[in-house]
Each structure stands twice: as C-alpha cells, then as structure tokens.
C-alpha cells in the first residue's frame, strides 16, 4: 500500500487508497493507514468534508514513487487509480440548455 500511495499526488481518500490496492485484498486499508501515519510516513489531512484525508510529504512520496517504479508497479497503480476515477466520478453534464 505504501508504495501504490504514491499514484496519489495532492493527498486522498480510505476510498482511492483501496482502489489502488485493490488487487492485494489482504490489505485493512485503515489498518495499513493508521500503521503509516504512527511511523510518519503519512499524515492526516484535514478537509473540509466529512470524509477524511491523508497525504504524504513530497519527499517521502517521491522517494515511495522510485519504489513502485522499481518493482514495476507504476503501470497498474496508474491504471488502477484511473479505473477508480472514472466510474467513481460524476459525469457532468452536457453544455448547453437543459433537455425540455
């Protein structure tokens, strides 16, 4: 988990955590979480919802990032992560006057 956090530039969610890891289900996310920010490898972020958030300081995710890169796990995390976002985001809607 650590490393695949590294796809996740500008902090984020139990929620797109579990979408990169998605592939290794003996992961507690939140486990695997609370256990990184003990160690300072990752740090609680507050927002502004209700969902919290957590981020890694750039050095600590670049260096996480040389890693993944190493162990040929960049390509699927990104996949991954694109996946998540794309069934999970809205879509907007069409420019233009609403349908009548």
Sequence with gaps: MF???AVLAGGFTL???EAVT???LSVDMLTAI???INKSLLRHEH???AEPRFGMLETV???T???LTATGEADNSRAQIAAWVAVSQ???APPGPAPR
């Design 3 to 5: 490393r695949r956090a």
């Design 15 to 17: 929620e797109a955590a």
């Design 22 to 24: 998605a592939a290794d």
């Design 34 to 36: 609370t256990g990184l």
């Design 47 to 49: 927002s502004k919802t």
């Design 61 to 63: 995710r670049e260096y």
């Design 65 to 67: 990032w040389e890693q």
């Design 90 to 92: 809205p879509t907007p």
